[in-house]
T-cell receptor, first 114, second 110 residues
Framework: AQSVSQHNHHVILSEAASLELGCNYS??????LFWYVQYPGQHLQLLLKYFSGDPLVKGIKGFEAEFIKSKFSFNLRKPSVQWSDTAEYFC????????????FGSGTRLQVQP | DGGITQSPKYLFRKEGQNVTLSCEQN?????MYWYRQDPGQGLRLIYY???????QKGDIAEGYSVSREKKESFPLTVTSAQKNPTAFYLC?????????FGPGTRLTVT
């Protein structure tokens, strides 16, 4: 069965540190890729998405992600995190299986210490 | 102000009772989704609907039911057959290739 893996379950960083969260999926066909963020007490909201074209995509709040097709990966990065980035981050994949729904990873809880 | 509303925010029920969670959207989206969020497990798809009067089971549909009589509404019923119903439930709709989420309903069954 197709799946999405986020290997980092809980990450603790100091402000100004660089961030990279891993996301891998197991599907050999065409994919659309997403990163969502859930700030404490808020809606799940979209950070960035990849459909096609340049594999390096930029999102809101200084986040970016790179699609590496050969590695089935879509890692999220930010050069310098802020305390306000404390949240839970979810990678999601839409696979061209005919089911127009997202498959989510288990999430990564990021805690940024001031 | 367009968006997705879910009510109530918190819901408490006794074991053995069915309960219906509301989801309404005014984004004019055809597709709507229900997910369940549990700590450490991400979001898992319960049911989805691509169009009015049509819906499909997701990965964890057992013990749940839905209806889609109107484009704006996609209510989820958690039945007494659901063995572990306590969770955070998220509704979403899809437009322009991406999903938009509601604020969620936290259901506690005791």
């Amino acid at each position: 069965a197709q799946s999405v893996s986020q290997h980092n379950h809980h990450v603790i960083l100091s402000e100004a540190a660089s961030l990279e969260l891993g996301c891998n999926y197991s599907y050999g066909g065409t994919v659309n890729l997403f990163w969502y963020v859930q700030y404490p007490g808020q809606h799940l909201q979209l950070l960035l998405k990849y459909f096609s074209g340049d594999p390096l995509v930029k999102g809101i709040k200084g986040f970016e992600a790179e699609f590496i097709k050969s590695k089935f990966s879509f890692n999220l990065r930010k050069p310098s995190v802020q305390w306000s980035d404390t949240a839970e981050y979810f990678c999601a994949v839409k696979m061209d299986t005919g089911r127009r729904a997202l498959t989510f990873g288990s999430g990564t809880r990021l805690q940024v210490q001031p | 102000d367009g968006g997705i509303t879910q009510s109530p925010k918190y819901l408490f029920r006794k074991e053995g009772q069915n309960v219906t969670l509301s989801c309404e959207q005014n984004l004019n989206h055809d597709a709507m989704y229900w997910y369940r969020q549990d700590p450490g497990q991400g979001l898992r798809l319960i049911y989805y609907s691509q169009i009015v009067n049509d819906f499909q089971k997701g990965d964890i549909a057992e013990g749940y039911s839905v209806s889609r009589e109107k484009k704006e509404s996609f209510p989820l019923t958690v039945t007494s057959a659901q063995k572990n119903p306590t969770a955070f439930y998220l509704c979403a709709s899809r437009g322009q290739g991406e999903q938009y989420f509601g604020p969620g309903t936290r259901l506690t069954v005791t």
